[in-house]
């Protein structure tokens, strides 16, 4: 049963431009958040997605986007890259529906590194 | 302040140690709660919940005081396999939806 899984695991980009991020969540799973985690930090939360609609959404600019397809997965989108979106970038899914929160899968991230 | 704050360490103990690791969290709706465990340049992976009776796996024990806005966990025995950062989660809003917010995490290093 694969878990979460992210691509690419790497990335380089130069300050400015735009990059794309992938998710496809567990199976049976129909809820994506999306997290970025600096060195030393916490993942802190961008955005969740639920039946294709951005439902929460954490403190980050509109420079941050995403979308949800049918088939649960997900992309996130950033603009106008900066020095300082360097980062992990985690995706977690888990199972909205359903009276109890079991809590996230995570994948294993997409490392950015913009220059 | 953050909503979701734990002591960053890092603990250094050695083995066979019992180690405790407390967080607290700012929003009094806060629904369910959650330790994770992340190695080095890995991905968090959920370790337990935290139930308010109090749970325990093995020689783990997780506590929740949702009147201090404070929950526990208890690491009996350390293994050096232990060493790791543990991360507090908080889910707000609705026991099922809402965002989880995670506290920057404790490190505990384990020592022969």
């Known amino acids: 049963d694969a878990g979460v899984t992210q691509s690419p695991t790497h990335l380089i980009k130069t300050r400015g431009q735009q990059v794309t991020l992938r998710c496809s969540p567990k199976?049976?799973?129909?809820?994506v958040s999306w997290y970025q985690q600096a060195l030393g930090q916490g993942p802190q939360f961008i955005f969740q997605y639920y039946e294709e609609e951005e439902r929460q959404r954490g403190n980050f600019p509109d420079r941050f986007s995403g979308h949800q397809f049918p088939n649960y997965s997900s992309e996130l989108n950033v603009n106008a890259l900066l020095l300082g979106d360097s980062a992990l970038y985690l995706c977690?899914?888990?199972?909205?529906?359903?009276?109890?929160?079991?809590?996230?899968?995570f994948g294993s991230g997409t490392r950015l590194t913009v220059v | 302040r953050k909503e979701v704050e734990q002591d960053p360490g890092p603990f250094n103990v050695p083995e066979g140690a019992t180690v405790a690791f407390n967080c607290t969290y700012s929003n009094s709706a806060s629904q369910s709660f959650f330790w994770y465990r992340q190695d080095c340049r890995k991905e968090p992976k959920l370790l337990m919940s935290?139930?308010?009776s109090g749970n325990e796996d093995g020689r783990f024990t997780a506590q929740l005081n949702r009147a201090s806005q404070y929950i526990s966990l208890l690491i009996r025995d350390s293994k050096l396999s232990d060493s790791a950062t543990y991360l507090c989660?908080?889910?707000?809003?609705?026991?099922?939806?809402?965002?989880?917010?995670f506290g920057d995490g404790t490190t505990l290093t384990v020592k022969p």
């Open positions: 935290v139930y308010s």
């Open positions: 989660v908080v889910n707000s809003g609705s026991t099922n939806a809402g965002k989880s917010t």
């Open positions: 977690a899914s888990r199972k909205l529906t359903g009276a109890i929160n079991y809590g996230y899968t």
């Open positions: 199976s049976g799973h129909d809820t």
